[in-house]
């Protein structure tokens, strides 16, 4: 009887502690899933996993960014859940009090936050390098070291001057750790959209390829400082063009000389032998000059029906043009600018 008693008691202590520690444990296997982890009483922040990066990566940077609180919790669950085995590159965004569930299950998605990039205002390939991956994971010199192969610009269907004709000026959205080769096929796709059967068809009207519209942009866009000016300047040169004259537009003599400091065109800069010299080689250089904008481009496209055949900037400096059909009212305004660059001591 005694030993009966003695069996129901062990039998109830046992129920008790499993209960109690099964109790404990789903408190604390809950406390893993759902109690926040992350940045607890803090702010968002970005958690950056580079190329290559393997779990234990994962792990010191979470700790070393001050991400988690529990890293013992978080590479518990990341391997119950198998992360561990699927660790994916990228910029993720974690916000203040996440918890570990939803963190894993972004990061074995691959849900990144998209990286916005922008591009304008450039003269050079290194300059549009630089603001391209200037917050990307990727650096400029492997943007460009793809840029510059000599197989690039042909598999594209440019040569290594007209190229960069490829690359429109906007903003655009990728992922923090697109690879150069996948950025520059993504460009393609932006310039294949861009010049969609509206422009392509005002392009035509011209007699002229999407190529050496943006040329005639890129030297339109380096020639005024003003944009509601760029639809005047462009018939202009479209006019030039039409008559087989030189285009002569000072720009192209700058970028032939190389020396992007020069404030006033000389004579001895017209002597440059450079396909870029647009005093000594008739019709447009073999490449733009910059990167020219959308505005730019479309003013070629959409530019002003006119007569005029001369211009020359504006005495008072505004950054506007005296525009002109005859060579003599030419050099009255080109006199007048010359008095003034004169009196403002600009003698290069």
């Given at each position: 009887?005694?030993?009966?008693?003695d069996k129901r008691k062990i039998f109830v202590l046992i129920m008790v502690v499993v209960t109690v520690l099964l109790s404990s444990f789903t408190f604390y296997f809950y406390q893993v899933l759902y109690a926040p982890n992350f940045l607890v009483e803090k702010s968002d922040k970005y958690l950056f996993i580079p190329t290559g990066s393997d779990f234990p990566d994962v792990q010191k940077i979470v700790y070393d960014e001050g991400l988690v609180n529990n890293a013992v919790?978080?590479?518990?669950l990341a391997k119950f859940m198998k992360y561990d085995e699927l660790v994916k590159p990228g910029k993720y965004l974690i916000k203040k009090n996440e918890t570990n569930l939803k963190v894993i299950q972004k990061l074995r998605a691959g849900n990144q936050e998209p990286v916005r990039i922008t591009f304008n205002n450039a003269r050079l390939i290194e300059d549009v390098a630089e603001k391209l991956t200037a917050n990307l994971e990727i650096g400029p010199k492997q943007f460009l070291k793809i840029v510059k192969d000599s197989l690039f610009a042909t598999s594209y269907g440019f040569d290594q001057e007209t190229y960069r004709c490829m690359f429109i000026p906007n903003t655009y959205e990728v992922y923090w750790d697109i690879s150069a080769e996948k950025l520059i096929e993504r460009l393609h796709k932006e310039y294949q959209r861009f010049w969609n059967e509206a422009r392509l068809a005002k392009a035509k009207a011209l007699g002229m390829d999407p190529v050496q519209v943006t040329v005639l942009a890129?030297?339109?866009?380096?020639?005024?400082?003003?944009?509601n000016?760029?639809?005047?300047?462009?018939g202009l040169y479209l006019n030039r063009l039409r008559r087989n004259m030189l285009l002569q537009a000072d720009p192209t003599l700058v970028y032939a000389s190389g020396d992007f400091t020069i404030k006033r065109v000389?004579?001895?800069h017209k002597d440059v032998d450079s396909p870029?010299?647009?005093y000594k080689y008739l019709g447009l250089p073999p490449g733009p000059i910059n990167f020219p904008s959308i505005i730019s481009i479309d003013a070629?496209?959409?530019?002003?029906?006119?007569?005029?055949?001369?211009?020359c900037a504006k005495e008072d400096f505004s950054g506007y043009h005296n525009f002109s059909a005859s060579l003599r009212q030419h050099n009255n305004n080109a006199r007048?600018?010359?008095?003034a660059l004169n009196k403002a001591k600009l003698f290069k």
């Open positions: 009887m005694q030993f009966e008693m919790a978080f590479g518990m890129s030297i339109v866009q380096a020639e005024t400082a003003h944009n000016e760029s639809p005047k300047v462009a000389l004579n001895i870029y010299n647009t070629v496209l959409n530019h002003e029906e006119h007569n005029f055949i001369y211009m007048k600018y010359q008095q």
